[in-house]
């Protein structure tokens, strides 16, 4: 028997849509190292409520009631926020 998963749906929206965003062109010149990145889906992630669920089927319903034009918009904006705040103040080493 497996053992559960707590998993936090709103994270996985989050990373997917952090590396979306800074892969795509409107970022291309942001930095792209980890602990930029990692910083981005913190930042973003303290300012969205979380979805923790513990189950795949569970895990499955909460994304397809996160993954609405509203939702997405709230989160895009929280990491667009973020952006901007790391782009101010990274701590990187370069």
């Known amino acids: ?7 936090n749906v709103t994270e996985e929206i989050v990373r997917g849509l952090v590396s979306f965003l800074l892969h795509g062109t409107e970022y291309q ?5 980890e602990q930029c990145e990692m910083d981005i889906v913190a930042i973003a992630l303290n300012a969205l409520p979380p979805k923790y669920v513990a189950s795949k089927e569970s895990r499955d319903a909460a994304f397809e009631r996160l993954n609405t034009p ?5 989160i895009n904006k929280q990491i667009i926020r973020a952006i901007h705040i790391v782009g101010r103040n990274p701590r990187h080493n370069k």
């Open 70 to 74: 509203e939702h997405i918009e709230e």
């Open 1 to 7: 028997m497996t053992q559960p998963v707590l998993v």
């Open 29 to 33: 010149t942001f930095c792209h190292c």
